[in-house]
């Protein structure tokens, strides 16, 4: 009987792809390589993750204060 592997289940401590990561966060491939790189040689998801949320609303808060001119 062979195991069944959840291979969508990956510990945090395991680094994202960053197709995966793009598509998780709808980013491109270049923003999402970027935000990942940035974060260093092997970051926790939850690291990625917070620092994809911060970028998303910096660029939200950023459109907003364009939107006004």
């Known amino acids: 009987m ?3 592997i959840d291979i969508g289940a990956l510990p945090d ?3 994202y792809e ?3 990561f793009a598509r998780r966060h709808g980013l491109t491939i270049p923003v999402a390589d970027a935000v ?3 974060k260093g040689p092997s970051p ?3 690291a ?4 994809a949320l911060a970028l998303l609303c910096a660029v ?3 459109a907003r ?3 006004g001119r």
């Open 36 to 38: 990942l790189f940035a």
């Open 18 to 20: 960053v197709t995966s």
């Open 65 to 67: 204060k364009q939107g």
């Open 2 to 4: 062979q195991p069944q």
């Open 48 to 51: 990625c993750d917070t620092a």
């Open 13 to 15: 401590d395991q680094p």
């Open 44 to 46: 926790s998801r939850a």
């Open 60 to 62: 939200a808060q950023y």
